[in-house]
């Protein structure tokens, strides 16, 4: 996982909410690997380095997309496997960013990118209280 505020870039370690997701959904959280906790910044070149097959990005879609052409139009991160196999994916922060229900849906919407074959989610369906 991966947003960009204000030029610099972030990421989703050990003990942070978007690296549970991650597991949860049977995903490998490549920046826990890496040995980074929380939700440090990171450079360009950490992200050639981590080498991830999978990039979210969760934040809004106007700046997102901007981060995402800019991955793509990046020379440096080329080799990156996501990159090169066109695998960035924006998500919406509700369900990865905030530590809520809406967990739930971030960890399915995940595992169905992660593995489509083996879940057939729907659209996310909203909570609704009694």
Same mark, same amino acid.
């Given at each position: 996982?991966?947003?960009?505020?204000?030029?610099?870039?972030?990421?989703?370690?050990?003990?942070?909410?978007?690296?549970?997701?991650?597991?949860?959904?049977?995903?490998?959280?490549?920046?826990?690997?890496?040995? *980074?906790?929380?939700?440090?910044?990171?450079? !360009?070149? &950490?992200?050639?380095?981590?080498?991830?097959?999978? %990039? #979210?990005? /969760?934040?809004?879609?106007?700046?997102?997309?901007?981060?995402?052409?800019?991955?793509?139009?990046?020379?440096?991160?080329?080799?990156?496997?996501?990159?090169?196999?066109?695998?960035?994916? *924006?998500?919406?922060?509700?369900?990865?960013? !905030?530590? &809520?229900?809406?967990?739930?849906?971030?960890?399915? %919407? #995940?595992? /169905?990118?992660?593995?489509?074959?083996?879940?057939?989610?729907?659209?996310?369906?909203?909570?609704?209280?009694?």
């Amino acid at each position: 996982q991966t947003s960009r505020w204000s030029d610099k870039i972030y990421t989703a370690g050990r003990n942070s909410t978007e690296g549970g997701i991650i597991t949860a959904a049977g995903g490998i959280n490549v920046a826990s690997e890496a040995g *980074l906790t929380g939700n440090p910044t990171i450079s !360009t070149e &950490s992200i050639l380095t981590m080498n991830p097959d999978v %990039i #979210l990005v /969760t934040q809004p879609a106007d700046s997102g997309q901007d981060y995402i052409d800019d991955l793509y139009a990046s020379k440096v991160l080329s080799e990156v496997s996501a990159i090169s196999n066109g695998q960035i994916f *924006l998500l919406e922060s509700r369900y990865f960013t !905030t530590l &809520s229900q809406w967990n739930v849906v971030g960890v399915e %919407i #995940l595992a /169905t990118l992660l593995w489509p074959d083996e879940f057939a989610v729907g659209p996310p369906v909203a909570f609704s209280s009694p």
